[in-house]
């Protein structure tokens, strides 16, 4: 794992103050006047003097980084600069280069599963979309485990497998919602887990989700058990609201057995099956772990 700020301090600034002192020492600086200016020793400075501290080839190049090192070493050689000046304008160039641009494209170098990612990212950004999309595979991994640790919990697995799935905050496809690929199953009594989340990975447990949460369910997350009316029963005892649909048309059914009522912030939805439809018990609620701990609770 490798931050952003790594490539800065490793690639950029090692760089842009080897090219500032050598510009500054063109203007007749002295060695103890850059070190005063770069905030270095001076034999910081006697290394970038004598080119042993390695400069980054792209940062080297760029035009913008080049702009900047001249219009800072005039600025400070004029007095027209101060110190402070001089390191916000660095900081800014540093940000814009962050953002999509040449930082960027170091750090994917250092970390290519940046550069997987199919969207746009600001690492500064709280709310970038792979920060999002991270966060709800971290939350189906911790809702995995509870269920996976659970003893008895193979033996809610219906014949179909189960999966658990959550949603992104604004889904409204299936690839919006990650899951298991190849659901979960009973595998001699042992709850096995097919591979890691991904986005798309489940096509029946994020149909019924994206259903409710079309007709205005307050969720993002779902896990399917199978259908038993002490299943049923057992979670309306723990306090869960239960809402029956019809299995033949599942996506409208969902959003017709939901509409006009008050929904709470977990409840169950159940099917008790049809002509070559199994069963199926599915508890909804607001991520992954939630939901996980409502099944484990019919386990206790």
């Given at each position: 794992?490798?931050?952003?700020?790594?490539?800065?301090?490793?690639?950029?600034?090692?760089?842009?103050?080897?090219?500032?002192?050598?510009?500054?020492?063109?203007?007749?600086?002295?060695?103890?006047?850059?070190?005063?200016?770069?905030?270095?020793?001076?034999?910081?400075?006697?290394?970038?003097?004598?080119?042993?501290?390695?400069?980054?080839?792209?940062?080297?190049?760029?035009?913008?980084?080049?702009?900047?090192?001249?219009?800072?070493?005039?600025?400070?050689?004029?007095?027209?600069?101060?110190?402070?000046?001089?390191?916000?304008?660095?900081?800014?160039?540093?940000?814009?280069?962050?953002?999509?641009?040449?930082?960027?494209?170091?750090?994917?170098?250092?970390?290519?599963?940046?550069a997987e990612f199919?969207?746009?990212?600001?690492?500064?950004?709280?709310?970038?979309?792979?920060?999002?999309?991270?966060?709800v595979l971290s939350?189906?991994?911790?809702?995995?485990?509870?269920l996976t640790n659970?003893?008895?919990?193979?033996?809610?697995?219906?014949?179909?497998?189960?999966?658990?799935?959550?949603?992104?905050?604004?889904?409204?496809?299936?690839?919006?919602?990650?899951?298991?690929?190849?659901?979960?199953?009973?595998?001699?009594?042992?709850?096995?887990?097919?591979?890691?989340?991904?986005?798309?990975?489940?096509?029946?447990?994020?149909?019924?989700?994206?259903?409710?949460?079309?007709?205005?369910?307050?969720?993002?997350?779902?896990?399917?058990?199978?259908?038993?009316?002490?299943?049923?029963?057992?979670?309306?005892?723990?306090?869960?609201?239960?809402?029956?649909?019809?299995?033949?048309?599942?996506?409208?059914?969902?959003?017709?057995?939901?509409?006009?009522?008050?929904?709470?912030?977990?409840?169950?939805?159940?099917?008790?099956?049809?002509?070559?439809?199994?069963?199926?018990?599915?508890?909804?609620?607001?991520?992954?772990?939630?939901?996980?701990?409502?099944?484990?609770?019919?386990?206790?």
């Amino acid at each position: 794992m490798k931050f952003v700020e790594e490539v800065v301090v490793e690639e950029f600034l090692p760089t842009f103050r080897s090219m500032l002192a050598a510009e500054l020492r063109e203007r007749e600086f002295t060695q103890q006047e850059v070190a005063e200016a770069l905030g270095v020793s001076q034999s910081a400075v006697s290394k970038y003097a004598h080119g042993r501290v390695a400069r980054n080839e792209a940062v080297e190049a760029d035009e913008r980084v080049r702009d900047l090192v001249e219009r800072v070493a005039e600025g400070l050689a004029s007095g027209e600069m101060s110190q402070l000046q001089a390191l916000v304008e660095a900081e800014v160039l540093i940000r814009h280069l962050e953002d999509g641009d040449l930082l960027a494209d170091l750090h994917e170098d250092a970390m290519p599963e940046l550069a997987e990612f199919e969207g746009e990212f600001d690492v500064h950004d709280p709310d970038s979309a792979l920060r999002a999309t991270e966060r709800v595979l971290s939350s189906v991994r911790r809702g995995l485990r509870t269920l996976t640790n659970a003893s008895g919990f193979a033996g809610l697995i219906p014949h179909v497998g189960s999966n658990l799935a959550e949603c992104l905050p604004d889904a409204e496809e299936i690839e919006g919602v990650a899951a298991v690929p190849g659901r979960i199953f009973d595998v001699k009594g042992r709850a096995t887990v097919a591979g890691d989340p991904e986005f798309g990975a489940s096509g029946h447990v994020a149909s019924v989700l994206l259903s409710a949460r079309s007709a205005g369910a307050p969720v993002r997350a779902a896990v399917n058990v199978r259908y038993d009316p002490d299943i049923v029963a057992s979670l309306e005892a723990a306090g869960y609201q239960s809402i029956e649909f019809d299995p033949d048309a599942p996506t409208d059914a969902v959003a017709a057995a939901l509409d006009g009522v008050d929904l709470d912030e977990t409840f169950v939805l159940y099917q008790t099956g049809s002509y070559g439809i199994e069963p199926i018990t599915y508890v909804l609620g607001p991520d992954a772990p939630t939901v996980a701990a409502a099944v484990r609770e019919l386990l206790r």
